[in-house]
């Protein structure tokens, strides 16, 4: 399953980690009789550069998404060729190539790839994805910085004795680890060693069996009302 939260509502998607979502390719290829399952890899994208426009993404020239990706939304996983392929971004509904860069994608992995940093110097950020069932009572839990002009920054529990991953710069991530699920919590990003909140996402439940990553975007310095700092998250996966 994937959730945005702060996603337009249109773009909620909602789907298990059996039934994930094919897209740009077939299942089998036939030969004389003979079918083939090509190799393949899962895939998802998140547009988190904050002052792009709405995007359509393409692998090579075939377009992914149904919808317009807007800021902090993104395309459910879906199934990939392996080996170098190149990713698109468009202006949507435009030939208007705003960025491409390719990337490597190996058999049977699964990886979130972002789009990240300001529209004058965008890239990829490709993380790598477990999506293994969390142990007992827990959900399980990473955590990306994507903002390119924030300090450092500690991830935690609004009240918890401790930081839950610390001093992350621009594209630092921390490994999935174990959180009680079913329960409801006030997630915070501070500016590293200090009390001082940059984001923060309220009223956060957590199901157990489920897998989240949480990416910290927006610019420390913004342009607009809809480019600031922000703490968003997504379901990678629910058993």
Do not use: H
Not at 11 to 35: M, Q, R, V, W
Not at 130 to 145: L, V, Y
């Amino acid at each position: 399953m994937k959730i945005y939260k702060n996603a337009p509502k249109n773009l909620f998607a909602k789907i298990g980690a059996a039934c994930l979502i094919s897209i740009a390719l077939s299942s089998c290829l036939k030969d004389n009789n003979t079918y083939y399952n090509p190799p393949v890899a899962l895939v998802t994208v998140v547009q988190a550069s904050p002052d792009e426009p709405n995007l359509d993404f393409f692998l090579e020239s075939t377009k992914v998404n149904q919808n317009p990706i807007t800021y902090n939304s993104g395309v459910d996983y879906f199934k990939a060729y392996t080996g170098k392929r190149t990713l698109n971004f468009y202006t949507t509904g435009t030939t208007t190539k705003i960025f491409s860069d390719t990337a490597t994608f190996k058999q049977n992995y699964i990886y979130s790839v972002f789009l990240a940093n300001k529209a004058t110097s965008p890239e990829l950020v490709i993380l790598r994805d477990s999506i293994s069932q969390p142990s007992g009572n827990n959900a399980s839990i990473r955590f990306i910085n994507l903002s390119p002009d924030a300090p450092s920054v500690d991830f935690a529990v609004k009240g918890g004795s401790s930081v839950i991953t610390a001093n992350k710069a621009y594209k630092g991530f921390s490994s999935f680890a174990p959180i009680a699920g079913n329960n409801s919590y006030t997630f915070q990003v501070l500016q590293t060693g200090t009390n001082t909140v940059l984001a923060s996402l309220p009223s956060t439940t957590l199901q157990a069996g489920s897998v989240y990553t949480f990416w910290f975007t927006g610019l420390a310095t913004p342009t607009n009302t809809t480019d600031g700092l922000s703490l968003n998250i997504m379901s990678n996966a629910t058993y």
